[in-house]
């Protein structure tokens, strides 16, 4: 691959490592999403990628937002705080969602005046949320399967379908509202029978309480959309078909269905450039060093599981490399086996794309090193 002229100049102009955001990909992706699940409102999971200009971008989309704690919270509000009182109110209860199950009691204490949508999975949660926030609103989320997605969710999270009907039960005797149920089917889901059972175990639980008179509104089916990352992840378009099939057999036309996209809408809008600023080889293979790694951008090959690729900007005789990271750790290997060139030297740049979600949101400091420089294109619509 011949380096593009315009990713010479930002290396020139900006340095590396270098993460470049690209906001109309970002945009392109929450319309994507919006046009294919019509019925669902899209609350961006901050949690991908928290970065002030990505939820710029969404916010003046119009998008929804997912937070997992009160200073996510707080980065949504910086947007709304000139709002008059009464919209304000208005699109937090509509447009945020508190989706981490468990919240500390100072939290719960701190965003109790702005009466928000939370979810809960146990018992012990709804008891301090009576205590500490008792204007909020719930969403029940419950355990469903998670088989193959690159990140699982329900060994943590998630209350056993079979004990909802005593939480909601237990919710209203406790003077509280709940509005809905969620679940999450794992991140990066391409196995979509996962959202299929899921789908079918949060109706069969629906309809019951609806039966018995508690008046549930939402369904909240979480994120897992899956990421183009390679040529055998399913199509998002199937998904969605897949979705809005079952939600319009499954659920009432009053339902309102939600859902928390984090990958899906950052993770193509970003590519990374780094240098190698090493090279060896060991018991015969060829580690390229380069001034980034797991501590840093490449967080996300532990964090999430993730499989990173590689490109290299020259052309020559390719053999299966190490690629590692800067620190002086050895654990900091960010892949063991990369296809690339053998004749890449000190100074030489790769490049790799789709690192948009779970990367900079989890980089550290560690070693020392400050991270990736970000830079944005495309900003303005
Ligand atoms: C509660 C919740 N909602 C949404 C998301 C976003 O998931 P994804 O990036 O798979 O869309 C996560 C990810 O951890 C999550 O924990």
Redesign the pocket.
């Known amino acids: 691959m011949k380096m593009k002229k315009q990713v010479a100049k930002l290396i020139e102009q900006h340095g590396t490592p270098l993460f470049i955001l690209d906001h109309s990909k970002l945009r392109q992706n929450y319309r994507t999403f919006k046009k294919n699940l019509p019925r669902v409102q899209c609350y961006y ?1 901050v ?2 990628n928290n970065h002030p200009e990505i939820i710029q971008t969404l916010f003046l989309e119009g998008s929804s937002f ?1 937070v997992a704690s009160y200073n996510e919270f707080m980065q949504i509000y910086e947007y709304i705080k000139h709002f008059e009182e009464k919209d304000q109110e208005f699109f937090i209860w509509d447009k945020i969602i508190f ?2 199950t468990i919240k500390d009691k100072e939290t719960l204490r701190k965003i109790k005046r702005y009466r928000p949508l939370v979810t809960f999975d146990n018992s012990d949660e709804l008891k301090k949320i009576k205590t500490c926030c008792d204007t909020a609103g719930l969403i029940l989320r419950l355990k469903v399967p998670d088989t193959g997605s690159q ?1 699982e ?1 329900s060994s943590k999270f998630g209350a056993e379908p079979g004990d909802a009907d005593a939480l909601i039960r237990q919710a209203h005797e406790e003077g509280l509202v709940i509005e809905g149920l969620s679940f ?1 089917v794992g ?2 889901c391409t196995n979509f029978d996962n959202y299929t059972a899921a789908l079918a175990i949060t109706a069969e639980i629906l309809h019951d309480a609806r039966k018995k008179g508690y008046h549930l509104k939402f369904i909240d089916i ?4 899956p990421v183009p990352y390679d040529s055998q992840v399913p199509e998002f378009e199937k998904l969605a078909n897949l979705i809005n099939t079952e939600c319009q057999r499954l659920f009432p036309a009053d339902i309102e269905i939600l859902a ?5 809408l950052a993770a193509t809008a970003a590519t990374l450039i780094t240098e190698i600023i090493g090279k060896s080889r060991r018991d015969g293979k060829i580690f390229y060093y380069i001034n980034d790694g797991v501590y840093h951008t490449f967080s996300g090959v532990i964090f999430d599981h993730w499989l990173p690729n590689f490109t290299a900007f020259k052309n020559g005789p390719k053999e299966v490399c190490a690629v590692v990271g800067q620190t002086c750790d050895s654990f900091d290997k960010i892949s063991q086996s990369v296809q690339l060139p053998n004749n890449l030297e000190i100074g030489d740049y790769l490049l790799t794309d789709n690192i948009g ?1 779970y990367s900079i949101a989890s980089s550290t400091k560690f070693n020392g090193f400050d991270g990736a420089r970000i830079i944005h294109t495309n900003l303005k619509r």
């Open positions: 999971a949690k991908a997912d989706s981490n990140v969710m999450h991140s990066q979480g994120g897992g959309f928390e996209p984090g990958r899906f979600a």
